[in-house]
């Protein structure tokens, strides 16, 4: 059976045990039941464990047969099972899905990573060739940073628990000024390699790092990339959507494996909605199977979801929430997060989170994990990935729009904006309001400053559907979300699972044609059709999206008090990148009522918490 491991660490090139523990220590909330290391000469390598499966065996590190190889894993391997019953000449000692990952890399070298379906990151140390691994899975779901120079390398699956190495180092923990500007003037951030941290990076998806132990020279490939493959589409719409199907069901099939109790996070959108009526059919044993004795344990009698929900707010989805949960005959669990419990827990958040936030909607997440841990959930299932991959926002309509102009199809567009003309007039409402002056805004740029100006305009592609969502995918908007749902579920020792991004089910959708995305004014139309036996009528045709967000605009008027503590502290007036005055004179016309900019107040505000916690201190 597989083993989660919910934390990995370890670096090359020094001898010191006690700092290897204390880079474990740093992990303690995502692995609270076990820690262990290996040492050899200058390497060190280490894990954090959270038991979900096989909770009283697969302990790390794991060896090949002769030990030359030595695998420290954070993840599973959904279809471990099926590589291992190819690996006959291999000698097994457990039954995990570790071993697997050695004895497959062993036969197939890394270009075989691209056949582990799953979510992982992992540190495998080949004594053969003298040479350590670092890998992480094809979409990113689980993370891994690292830092090199050129003597030293050290890995973790959270920045923090790298911090120790630098200072034992001396080496001055600095901010990476060109992440801080983009975040600040463009919101992107968690883009790229780069981390707010300078020399600190990110393992790109889909890659592995290979670090020769002799020279210490890295090199990063890699072993797997999204590219349309038009022979995994069948020739009728009816087809494709019965392939969605079967693979959404295999998918939550596998990853509803768990020995320790399971819940799904809901927010009553039409993504998360699906993965909950889905999981409710397979509990009832209509599609994909649980046995009979695992039911009990793993998920109960009834399967527990978790939602966040705000009272009278413009965003509050209690009532779609509610549409579900009668449908499924759940066991619900509602938080309110509140504006006051948000002060004292966003140190707290931040520091967990490792960099900055560009909106208030993850401290949503963290209020709704805090609940599940408190009901003894070990493992969550949620919607994340669903709307970059199906085109679930808004602004996808229009790049679609673009795309059928682009090729002169102007009798699909005419039916697209016929069936459209909804979202249509919802965007040009906000164009007017902001035109005229409704909806308050400013230079963003005269808050801070910076000698190079950022451009604030988006590099994205905007006639081309497929690929827009697939930068989004893997640059502008699913990385982040990622760091955000990883970090916020392991801070409370829960596995957080994403069944719309198993890679196979997104190298399909992928490869399908736009129109399989968006058609007769419907995105996400081939999940809708898929789908539509298992969801209630009001979820299956909902047009508009909320998400994980918050009243936030109202809580930061609301929340004057504090944020003048901060604008007026003495560390806030001495950084370089604010216009400290205008910044707060734009503060108090926002309190005000004379311009509606949350968002940029609260990148600055992250941006100053989190400065004091990692960098002043």
């Not at 590589?83 to 050695?102: A, M, Q």
């Not at 020739?235 to 295999?250: C, G, P, Q, Y």
Request: hydrophobic share 40%; charged share 25%; aromatic share 12%.
């Amino acid at each position: 059976m597989p083993i989660r491991v919910c934390g990995i660490y370890g670096f090359v090139g020094l001898k010191n045990r006690n700092l290897l523990q204390k880079m474990g220590q740093t992990l303690a909330h995502r692995g609270p039941d076990a820690q262990n290391e290996y040492i050899e000469d200058r390497i060190g390598l280490g894990y954090r464990r959270l038991a979900i499966i096989d909770t009283k065996g697969s302990f790390q590190p794991l060896f090949n047969e002769d030990k030359t190889i030595v695998l420290f894993y954070n993840g599973e391997i959904y279809n471990y099972k099926d590589l291992r019953s190819k690996l006959t000449k291999h000698l097994f000692k457990t039954d995990g899905d570790g071993e697997t990952i050695i004895h497959w890399y062993e036969d197939h070298g890394p270009e075989g990573f691209k056949n582990l379906n799953g979510i992982f990151a992992f540190a495998l140390l080949d004594k053969k060739k003298q040479q350590l691994l670092l890998v992480r899975d094809h979409l990113g779901i689980k993370p891994l940073y690292y830092f090199s120079n050129g003597n030293i390398l050290a890995y973790a699956s959270e920045i923090k628990a790298i911090l120790p190495v630098l200072r034992s180092l001396k080496v001055k923990i600095s901010s990476n000024n060109q992440t801080i500007q983009k975040y600040l003037l463009t919101r992107r951030h968690d883009d790229g390699e780069n981390t707010f941290f300078q020399g600190i990076k990110r393992l790109p998806q889909g890659s592995f790092l290979e670090l020769n132990l002799k020279s210490m020279e890295i090199e990063i490939e890699p072993y797997w990339a999204l590219k349309p493959d038009h022979s995994l589409i069948a020739k009728t719409d009816e087809e494709n959507i019965a392939k969605f199907r079967r693979l959404f069901v295999s998918i939550i099939r596998h990853q509803l494996m768990s020995e320790v109790p399971l819940g799904t996070a809901l927010s009553g959108g039409l993504d998360s909605s699906a993965v909950v009526m889905a999981v409710n059919r397979a509990i009832e044993g209509n599609i994909g199977s649980i046995k009979d004795e695992d039911r009990q344990t793993v998920i109960g009698e009834r399967q527990k979801t978790f939602s966040a929900r705000f009272p009278n707010a413009a965003n509050d989805e209690t009532k779609y929430i509610d549409i579900v949960t009668r449908a499924s005959s759940v066991d619900s669990h509602l938080v309110r997060p509140q504006r006051q419990e948000m002060w004292p827990d966003l140190q707290t958040v931040i520091y967990h989170q490792d960099e900055p936030m560009i909106s208030s909607g993850p401290y949503a997440q963290w209020k709704v994990m805090e609940l599940a841990h408190k009901n003894g959930i070990r493992v969550m299932l949620d919607g994340q990935g669903a709307d970059e991959m199906l085109a679930g926002y808004d602004a996808y309509f229009f790049v679609y729009f673009r795309e059928l102009l682009a090729k002169r199809d102007y009798g699909t567009l005419f039916q697209e904006v016929v069936n459209s003309l909804d979202i249509l007039w919802k965007y040009l409402r906000e164009k007017i309001a902001f035109l005229i002056g409704i909806k308050k805004s400013f230079a963003i740029k005269k808050l801070f400053n910076f000698e190079t100006k950022e451009s604030n305009k988006s590099n994205s592609t905007n006639n081309n559907l497929n690929k827009r969502l697939q930068e989004d995918l893997f640059e502008t908007s699913l990385p982040s979300l990622l760091r955000y749902e990883d970090h916020n579920s392991m801070a409370h020792s829960i596995e957080a699972r994403v069944p719309f991004l198993d890679h196979r089910l997104v190298e399909f959708v992928a490869s399908l044609p736009s129109h399989y995305k968006i058609r007769n004014g419907w995105n996400k139309w081939i999940m809708r059709q898929a789908l539509k036996d298992l969801l209630p009528e009001k979820i299956l045709k909902r047009r508009w999206k909320v998400g994980f967000t918050t009243p936030e605009i109202a809580w930061l008027r609301d929340s004057a008090t504090e944020v003048r503590k901060i604008f007026n502290s003495e560390s806030f007036n001495s950084r370089p990148y604010f216009n400290t005055s205008v910044i707060k004179a734009k503060f108090e016309e926002f309190v005000a009522g004379k311009n509606d900019e949350s968002m940029v107040f609260w990148r600055i505000i992250n941006l100053e918490l989190w400065l004091r916690i990692f960098i002043d201190k």
